[in-house]
């Protein structure tokens, strides 16, 4: 994309809105300094809503359509339509597909974070370039040339880097990974995150790369790039690396990478109280305690400096009892991230620094 162009885009979800499929949607109904979203192309059942009202309570005026004859009819000058979805597998289901179709027509450029690329199809490629639209396939893999390999150079960054990882998938850890960097930030430390998945990109992240889409013997020197440009080019005092799937995930199991390739020495790990087996699927297995967990990621050498808590299923009441029964057994701060924020982990982030300075 060129600085210079209108970056005003709509996101499709297509009824996925409400669910966690839609999560790529929700981070950027957070916050994006890529693209302005102007809208969100869901249904008929949320349409004329506020997205951030609907997402969570907080108003972004960022309204919902019905479909995409109605979006570019109310909202102009729109530049880009963002795939807003993360299905399992990365496929791109049939109705999207063809409201991708109807975008290219009016003239929009597509931006898909999925598996499944719209340049390996021949009839959106040939209309794409007839209507002189891009079809930007963000997690089509880097080439042999483009990748780097694992050099140690890891081990020359002084400050210290922080995982935030989960105990499943969807559970929260760009958004409270962006959450905690924009919180220290404001607080007056300098803090950069490495993003890992498409989303991350999506939102304007400068640093980082697309987990799932790199060849696996260059994840971890990839990770580590990402994180020695951010020490170099950006000099902070804190580095946030977003976890992928989780540890025990059988779909999935990634993040032994991060700790060690990324030598994340500090591990903020989220659970969800409510939620008894992976990706909600009994047959995957059940996740196991948190108190497991952690004693799993102190064997790799990393600390866990807190948790936080996806609280689905939960009422407001039952968050709250569920915080202060965790912060009692597991003896560390239990953020509730959506409902709290993450300042009150400011004092824990500020002693990590101050015991990183160089000694005088």
Not at 24 to 30: D, K, P, S, V, Y
Not at 142 to 151: A, E, G, I, N, V
Not at 237 to 253: A, M, T, V
Not at 263 to 291: C, M, S, Y
């Amino acid at each position: 994309m060129h600085t210079n162009e209108s970056t005003r885009a709509l996101v499709l979800t297509q009824g996925y809105l409400e669910r966690n499929d839609a999560k790529t949607a929700h981070g950027l109904i957070r916050g994006t300094d890529r693209f302005q979203i102007a809208g969100i192309v869901d249904g008929p059942e949320t349409a004329g809503q506020d997205a951030g009202e609907l997402l969570d309570g907080i108003p972004r005026n960022i309204p919902v359509f019905a479909d995409l004859e109605q979006a570019l009819q109310e909202a102009k000058d729109i530049r880009y339509l963002i795939i807003g979805i993360a299905t399992i597998g990365g496929v791109l289901p049939k109705d999207l597909l063809k409201v991708v179709h109807q975008a290219v027509e009016a003239g929009l450029n597509i931006v898909n974070g999925l598996h499944d690329f719209l340049n390996d199809k021949p009839d959106l490629v040939a209309r794409a370039r007839e209507k002189q639209v891009a079809l930007i396939d963000i997690r089509k893999p880097k080439t042999r040339d483009q990748l780097h390999f694992w050099t140690g150079e890891i081990f020359e960054v002084p400050v210290p880097i922080i995982a935030v990882i989960g105990m499943d998938c969807a559970l929260g850890k760009r958004t409270t990974a962006r959450m905690l960097c924009e919180a220290a930030t404001e607080q007056g430390l300098k803090a950069v995150m490495i993003y890992t998945g498409q989303t991350g990109w999506l939102q304007g992240g400068k640093y980082g790369f697309i987990f799932d889409s790199t060849l696996n013997d260059f994840v971890s020197g990839e990770l580590e790039h990402a994180i020695v440009s951010a020490w170099k080019e950006a000099a902070p005092d804190l580095i946030f690396i977003e976890g992928q799937s989780s540890l025990r995930n059988p779909s999935g199991p990634c993040g032994a990478e991060i700790l060690i390739s990324g030598n994340a020495k500090h591990v903020v790990l989220l659970f969800a109280p409510k939620r008894r087996f992976f990706d909600h699927i009994e047959a995957w297995g059940p996740i196991p305690t948190v108190e497991s967990e952690i004693e799993l990621i102190e064997k790799f050498g990393s600390r866990v400096i807190a948790t936080a808590m996806h609280t689905e299923g939960c009422t407001p009441e039952e968050a709250r009892e569920l915080q202060e029964t965790y912060q009692a057994r597991l003896k560390r701060p239990v953020l509730l991230p959506l409902e709290e924020g993450v300042n009150k982990l400011i004092p824990v982030l500020r002693e990590l620094c101050e015991r990183n300075k160089p000694k005088t």
